[in-house]
T-cell receptor
């Protein structure tokens, strides 16, 4: 099992550019989520999905879109990048969204917006 | 709303010293509590968890006890090693929280010197 994979590892964008951060898992997990990590703020939830075709907003969804067409993939789209979106992005998955279940994290994507 | 507060870092210890990282929480309902660890350049990994009051989670020499009366989940280790240098995150997950999403503390960086 590869677990949770994310691409790219690093990305530099100019303000206004768009891009998609990729996330995939091979554990047949229903629940997937995106977090951003900023210094001194821990991780904050952007969007999450409880299964294919179902997504919902987290704590900081503005400026980001997601879709979940398959169980395996959960891409995060930045439509018009802003410097405030400079951060490290982590994708996570778990068997289901229940509070007893461990979430597995990908290695992260470090994004810089100039 | 629900929140997690950790002691601020960085924490610097000598090898074989005793470690305590404080974590307190505010939550409605009955959350599960977690400690995640992030080694340099990597994603987060679950270190230990506790799902009800008075439970003790333990792993790799680390322990934390779920104290409902003091709303705390302090992380302890009797003798730290250089390889324990990492960032430690306390987190909670509550069934009332949109299907069990995680709420993280701000993280505590630990540096262990030989």
């Amino acid at each position: 099992n590869a677990g949770v994979t994310q691409t790219p590892k690093f990305q530099v964008l100019k303000t206004g550019q768009s891009m998609t951060l990729q996330c995939a898992q091979d554990m047949n997990h229903e629940y997937m989520s995106w977090y951003r990590q900023d210094p001194g703020m821990g991780l904050r939830l952007i969007h999450y999905s409880v299964g294919a075709g179902i997504t919902d907003q987290g704590e900081v969804p503005n400026g980001y879109n997601v879709s979940r067409s398959t169980t395996e993939d959960f891409p995060l789209r930045l439509l018009s990048a802003a410097p405030s979106q400079t951060s490290v992005y982590f994708c996570a998955s778990s068997l289901w969204g229940g509070h007893l279940n461990e979430q597995f994290f990908g290695p992260g994507t470090r994004l810089t917006v100039l | 709303g629900n929140s997690v507060t950790q002691m601020e870092g960085p924490v610097t210890l000598s090898e074989e010293a005793f470690l305590t990282i404080n974590c307190t929480y505010t939550a409605t309902g009955y959350p599960s509590l977690f400690w995640y660890v992030q080694y340099p350049g990597e994603g987060l990994q679950l270190l230990l968890k506790a799902t009800k009051a008075d439970d003790k989670g333990s792993n790799k020499g680390f322990e934390a006890t779920y104290r409902k009366e003091t709303t705390s989940f302090h992380l302890e280790k009797g003798s730290v090693q250089v390889s324990d240098s990492a960032v430690y995150f306390c987190a909670l997950s509550d069934l009332q929280n949109q299907g069990g999403k995680l709420i993280f503390g701000q993280g505590t960086e630990l540096s262990v010197k030989p």
